[in-house]
């Protein structure tokens, strides 16, 4: 059965629009109650609390949750109806900050980042700043979705960007479950033209690499077995190349948090985190390792903890102010969405992290 | 005695049974661990098998914990389905294969 395209929970106006809510479901019931243990008190047991930042090698930008795509488990709950973009202004704070940093990986995230009406204006900045690793999350069906982005493969290829891309599974109905009617067609002719430019190809230094997140309330698999698979999968049947596959796991905030309450899987998922929390894992969680800057400019310990809106614990908490060495001289926020970074062999927007 | 026979919780206690025959039950797993390991045939095929074996058996613990392993393998659900068929083929063709038990002897008796 295909599934309709949903709405943003803001759009809903359900009460998970709330962050609040959601941060207090994931410190009521088992949680409070005893049944599985708080996060903190998992990692205080394990010698990792508090959760210190070591260097910063990756500044994740957030250009707006502005999305062409409604899927079921977006964290950051992105929609068509979504209108926070990041203005110009903020992107110059921004490009200070690229010009001046320590981190090796610039990471542009949205919603849709090529929705943004000065994102080519900004990847153009950005690059001059000849960071080592200038990486672009695009949905694929973005490239296909107006004339206007027909050329995207090649600006990209243009400005050497790094280009990440969400492909939930290599059949069109497990693809199409999760992200909507027709997304498993455009993602393929998407993955077909990066390719023509040379993107993904054996050999190639333009890298384009996909993120696969499980459909449903279960965790991934080994990534190098998921990897290997996409490539069988999707070269037999389509001729299309990719370099690596970073397999992540589904955080129990926003539309998936509602998905997991509205199955009744919430409990049985928070127990299949809790039971899979691996220390090793938690040594690399990329909150250690990145800034998340939002649309408006305020930083965060990660994406996750940006649609959580908990801002970074520092004096520093907008890009305004941006000072890396104070910024580093913080402790990490944490609660029990974090469980999902930590289980099995760990989970970052690079993939697992053991 | 709980009021059911089979409890979902008890599928986490599978491993206690070393606690009375910690040798056995210890050499148990490590087999167990090492079966479905990647090997001539790929961790994903074996997954498979087991999900079909554990229709054949009716084992509410082995259809619970393979439906779930073979989802984080990324097998479909026609996949799956299409594998229980086939431990359904030879279930049933296993008892009618013996009809030509029954045939012969009644050929025998009654020819």
Sequence with gaps: MTKLKLQSLHKRESELAQTNRQLEILSNGIFKSGELPKFRDKIADTGHFPLRPKKLEILQINLGYMCNQVCDHCHVDAGPDRKEIMTRETMMQCLEVIKNTGAHTLDLTGGAPEMNPDFRWFVEEASKAGIADFIVRSNLTIIRANKKYYDLPDF??????????????????????????????????????????????PDSELRLDLVYNPSGAFLPGDQSTME?????????????HFHNLFAITN??????????????????????????????????????????IS????????????????KVDSKVKHIKDYNEDLLNDRNIIISQHCYGCTAGAGSSCQGKVT | MNNNYYDPKDLKKFGDISQWSEELGEKFFDYYGKVFEEGALTAREKALIALAVAHTEQCPYCIDA??????????????????????????????????????????????
């Excluded at chain 1, 990440?164 to 109905?173: A, D, F, K, L």
């Excluded at chain 1, 509602?258 to 894992?281: F, G, Q, R, W």
């Design chain 1, 156 to 201: 990209f290829k243009k400005h050497n960007v790094h280009v990440v891309s969400s492909m939930p599974h290599w059949t069109r109905g497990k693809t199409d479950k999760q992200r909507g009617d027709g997304v498993f067609d455009k993602s393929i002719k998407a993955l077909q033209e990066l390719n023509a430019v040379g993107y993904g190809m």
């Design chain 1, 228 to 240: 290997r698979d996409f490539k069988k999968a999707l070269k037999e049947d389509f001729g299309i």
């Design chain 1, 251 to 292: 955080l129990p905030i926003a539309r998936f948090l509602d998905y997991l309450i509205a199955s009744e899987n919430y409990e049985d998922y928070m127990t299949s985190l809790v039971e899979a929390y691996n220390p090793a894992a938690v040594e690399n969680v990329m909150c250690t390792n990145t800034i998340s």
């Design chain 1, 295 to 310: 649309w408006d400019g305020w930083l965060y310990d990660c994406d996750f903890n940006q649609m959580l809106e908990l």
């Design chain 2, 66 to 111: 393979y439906t779930k392993d073979t989802l984080q393998r990324g097998v479909t659900k026609e996949e799956m389905m299409e594998a229980i068929h086939v431990g359904a083929a030879i279930k049933s063709g296993a008892t009618l294969v013996h009809g030509v038990m029954m045939m012969n002897k009644v050929n025998k008796l009654d020819g």
